[in-house]
């Protein structure tokens, strides 16, 4: 009902064309309040009915202006329920948005043509390429491995009194300790995890100097840094109802998640890493952690935006575990 503008500018969606299931949208405008980066990064929206009148005291601009600054489609008027049972039933599917009048063969021929999204080096359109250097006078300091960072985990971090500082994936190690960190936050962020070899190296490089937490993407390339293996899934975890099983303590949360690849649990066997949580839903992997070092992540968004608050403790568990060691 709520967090389009959320997850319009969430980086993991880079790539992808958003569909919403709820019919209405646009209802409460757009605010950059609300943004999770610098603009849009999907790649087009789809709705069933769109509200041309937004109402809300934060709200600068329309839906449709939005996507019109951006030079993103949107389309409305669409059959979303039948869309939806549609990739349900055979999974995550290519697909064209035009302001063209072109012929529907034309437009297959499009679809067919462009490269799977596991071919496509996403990260590198949305991380940082300098770094960025936050709440300077705070007693502690997390290195974030921008994967493609959400403004909410930063602001979370911040919350805390924990300084920031966003570098890119692909910076060295070495270079990375310069910055006096006392721990690293491995990012989400959008496609094939086997693809940012340089954040896989950096993980198992650091994980011995420093407390390591990975969110989503982040989890998939700590469980690659360590042995496991990565596949990709039929249509993926959408949305903000995902429920998860915390296996020590058997606490359930409802959590907000967006990723088409994750962890094969029975790779996790035989590593150094454990499950510790799951997908009530299909029973893939939710949570890792490492059974020596103080190395841990969550297949979910634990900073919300858009989504449940559920899981925001653990950033209260990364300033705990940065104090520890």
């Known amino acids: 009902m709520t967090g389009y503008v959320e997850s319009l500018t969430d980086p993991s969606y880079k790539g992808q064309i958003l569909m919403s299931t ?27 009915e769109y509200n041309t009148h937004p109402s809300h005291n934060k709200s600068e601009k329309s839906l449709n202006e939005f996507l ?43 679809a067919r043509e462009q490269p799977n999204i596991g071919e496509l080096d996403l990260v590198d ?39 920031v500082v966003v570098l890119p994936y692909k910076m060295d190690a070495k ?3 310069e910055y006096d960190i006392d721990a690293m ?14 954040a896989i190296e950096n993980v198992h490089n650091l994980s011995k100097k420093m407390p390591v937490f990975g969110i989503c993407l982040g989890q998939q390339i700590i469980g690659l840094a360590f042995g496991a293996k990565i596949y990709k899934m039929k249509f993926g975890h959408r949305g903000i109802n995902q429920p998860i099983k915390d296996l020590p303590s058997g606490k359930v949360s409802i959590t907000s998640q967006n990723h088409g690849f994750t962890v094969d649990s029975q790779s ?49 568990n990364f300033l705990k575990t940065m104090k520890k060691y």
């Open 175 to 177: 270079d990375i300790l």
């Open 22 to 48: 709820y019919p209405l949208q646009g209802n409460y405008g757009i605010s950059h309040e609300w943004f999770q980066s610098d603009n849009i990064k999907a790649e087009g929206f789809i709705v069933r």
């Open 268 to 316: 996790v066997e035989g590593t150094s890493l454990k499950v510790t949580q799951i997908n009530l839903n299909d029973g893939t992997p939710e949570g890792l952690e490492h059974e020596e070092l103080p190395v841990y992540s969550v297949q979910y968004h634990p900073e919300a935006g858009p989504g449940p608050n559920d899981s925001d403790y653990y950033f209260d």
């Open 185 to 198: 936050l491995v990012s989400s962020g959008p496609g094939d995890p086997t693809r940012v070899k340089k």
């Open 68 to 110: 019109e600054e951006n030079r993103i489609p949107g389309i409305s008027e669409i059959d979303t329920r039948s869309l939806t049972l549609k990739i349900r039933e055979h999974g995550t599917m290519k697909g064209v948005l035009t302001t063209e009048d072109i012929e529907d063969g034309e437009l297959l021929r499009l």
């Open 125 to 163: 359109q949305v991380c940082v390429q300098e770094p960025l250097i936050l709440g300077e006078d705070y007693n502690h300091r997390a290195a974030v491995l921008d994967c493609g960072i959400k403004n909410n985990s930063i602001k979370a971090l911040l919350k805390r009194k924990i300084g």
